[in-house]
C-alpha cells in the first residue's frame, strides 16, 4: 500500500525556517504530483504547494515567496522548505500524491508545525 511519511516538524519562531520531509513507498504512479496541504483548528485543508515530476510548481498565495517546495524523484521524497514564518502558518502539514493537484488521492500522516515566540 502507498505510505507517504513526513517528517520536520517543530517549534519555530516567528521569522524562523523549518525543513519538512516526506518519504513515499508502495506501488505509486511516478508521474503524480507531489505536494503539501496544511489545516489549522477550526479551519479546512488547503492546499499550500504542489510540485510535478518535471519541476512544475504551484503555490497558495498566503505562502508564495515564503515556502520551497521541491522534490528527489529518484529518492521519492518531496520537501517543503518554510521561511519567514508566521503564526498563522501553525497547523497540520500533511504531504499528498495526486493525480492532479486537489485530487487528493493519498495522505501522510501530518506533522505539526508551531509557529509562536
Known amino acids: 500500500q502507498v505510505q507517504l511519511v513526513e517528517s520536520g516538524g517543530g517549534l519555530a519562531q516567528p521569522g524562523g525556517s523549518l525543513r519538512l520531509s516526506c518519504a513515499a513507498s508502495g506501488i505509486i504512479s511516478r508521474s503524480y504530483v507531489l505536494g503539501w496541504y496544511r489545516q489549522a483548528p477550526g479551519k479546512a485543508r488547503e492546499l499550500v504547494a504542489s510540485?510535478?515530476?518535471?519541476?512544475?510548481?504551484n503555490y497558495a498565495s498566503s505562502v508564495k515567496g515564503r515556502f520551497t517546495i521541491s522534490r528527489d524523484n529518484d529518492k521519492n521524497t518531496v520537501y517543503l522548505q518554510l521561511n519567514s514564518l508566521k503564526p498563522e502558518d501553525t497547523a497540520v502539514y500533511y504531504c499528498?500524491?495526486?493525480?492532479?493537484?486537489?485530487?487528493?488521492?493519498?495522505w501522510g500522516q501530518g506533522t505539526q508545525v508551531t509557529v509562536a515566540s
Open positions: 510540485a510535478t515530476r518535471g519541476g512544475v510548481t
Open positions: 499528498s500524491a495526486e493525480r492532479w493537484p486537489g485530487a487528493r488521492d493519498y
